[in-house]
C-alpha cells in the first residue's frame, strides 16, 4: 500500500519544501484534492521540515476517523442479508467467499445468493465457492432477472434458517444509468422478502482503480445508499489513498481491505495502522490515537 509515496516522504530530508511536488505526491497517492489541500494548509502554517511533513500527512489521514468504524458482523439467530455492488472486476464474488469464510468459521450459517445472471460462468464460480465452503446456495439462471434471483435466493436463505445471506451481483459501470436502476430494484426486492434488509449495502472497489474509484463511490451510493466499502487488491500496485479519499469526500467508511485472492486475505480495516502504513509506519507524531 502506498509504495511510491511511501518511498518518497521516508526518503525527504530538511530544507526547503518543493510545494508542487508535494502537492504532485499527495494527488498519486490517491488522497484526493480536498485532503491534499488540507494536508498543504496545515503546513503552511509551521515551519516545515521533513517530520512535520511526515506528520501533517499522516495526521489528517487519523483524524478523518475519531474512532474506528464498526466492523459489521452478523449474530445468530438472527438473518440479515448483505450484498455486494461494484464494477467489473473489482473483487466482488472473491470477496463475498472471503466474508462467507469469515463468518462461517465464526460459527454463523451462511447462503450466498448469485444474482450476477449476465455472465455466464459468474454461476458457477459462486457454486464452485459455495461446495468449497459447504455452504448452501441459490444461484440464478444466466440471461435471467437479476431481482428474481436475489428475491429467490433470499427466499431459500430464510427457509434454510441462515444468519447471514449473502448476495453477489454482477458487474456494472457506474454512470450506465439503466444498470444501476436494474440494481436498485434488486434492493427493493430485497427488501421486500425481509423487513429491514438489506442490512449491509457493501461496496466493492478495486484499489488499483485510482482516481476513478472516487467516482464509483459516489455514484454507487447516490444511488444505492451504501453502507460500507471493501477495498481489493491492497497487495499489489494499489496505492490505497483512495480509502482516505472516500472517507474524505464521501462520508463512506472502508470496512474490509482485501490484500491477496486466498480465503484469508481479507483484513477488518484499522485507521491508525492504515495512517501509519502512509508515511512508512513512522508514525506521524509518534503518538497514536486510542
Ligand atoms: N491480488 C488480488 N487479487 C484479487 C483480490 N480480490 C480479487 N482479486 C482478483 O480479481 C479478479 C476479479 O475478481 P472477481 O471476484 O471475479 O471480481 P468481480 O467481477 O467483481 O466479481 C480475480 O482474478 C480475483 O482473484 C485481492 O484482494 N488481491
Ligand atoms: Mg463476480
Known amino acids: 500500500m502506498f509504495a511510491k509515496f511511501k518511498q518518497w516522504i521516508v526518503g525527504l530530508k530538511d530544507g526547503p519544501v518543493d510545494w508542487e511536488e508535494l502537492e504532485a505526491q499527495l494527488i498519486q497517492a490517491d488522497l484526493g484534492l480536498e485532503l491534499t489541500t488540507e494536508i498543504l494548509a496545515d503546513l503552511r502554517t509551521q ?3 521533513a517530520a512535520t511533513i511526515r506528520a501533517a500527512a499522516a495526521d489528517r489521514v487519523r483524524r478523518l476517523w475519531p474512532s474506528a468504524p464498526v466492523i459489521p458482523s452478523p449474530v445468530p439467530g438472527r438473518t440479515e442479508v448483505w450484498w455486494l455492488v461494484g ?3 473489482a473483487g466482488k464474488t472473491t470477496t463475498l467467499a472471503k466474508l462467507a469464510h469469515r463468518f462461517n468459521q465464526a460459527r454463523c450459517k451462511v447462503h450466498l445468493v448469485g444474482a450476477d445472471t449476465f455472465r455466464a460462468a459468474a454461476g458457477e464460480q ?3 465457492w459455495a461446495n468449497r465452503l459447504g455452504l448452501g446456495h441459490s444461484i440464478g439462471a444466466t440471461g435471467g432477472d437479476p431481482a428474481a434471483a436475489a428475491f429467490q435466493g433470499v427466499a431459500s436463505g ?3 434458517g441462515a444468519d447471514l445471506i449473502l448476495i453477489d451481483t454482477a458487474g456494472r459501470l457506474h454512470n450506465k444509468e ?5 440494481l436498485a430494484k434488486v434492493r427493493r426486492v430485497i427488501a421486500k422478502q425481509k423487513e429491514g434488509a438489506p442490512e449491509q449495502t457493501l461496496l466493492v ?3 488499483t482503480n485510482g482516481a476513478n474509484a472516487l467516482a464509483q463511490a459516489r455514484e454507487f451510493h447516490a444511488a444505492l445508499g451504501v453502507t460500507g466499502v471493501i477495498v481489493t487488491k491492497l497487495d499489489s500496485s494499489a496505492k490505497g489513498g483512495v480509502i482516505a479519499a472516500v472517507k474524505r469526500e464521501i462520508g463512506l467508511n472502508t470496512l474490509w481491505v482485501g490484500q491477496g485472492e ?3 486475505s481479507l483484513t477488518p480495516f484499522d485507521p491508525v495502522s492504515y495512517a501509519d502504513t502512509l508515511v512508512g509506519g513512522l508514525g506521524g507524531t509518534g503518538t497514536k490515537l486510542p
Not at 439503466?178 to 436494474?182: D, I, T, Y
Open 47 to 49: 515551519t516545515v521540515s
Open 87 to 89: 464494477v467489473n472486476g
Open 126 to 128: 459462486l457454486t464452485v
Open 158 to 160: 430464510l427457509t434454510a
Open 178 to 182: 439503466g444498470l444501476m436502476r436494474e
Open 205 to 207: 472497489i478495486d484499489g
Open 262 to 264: 486466498s480465503l484469508e
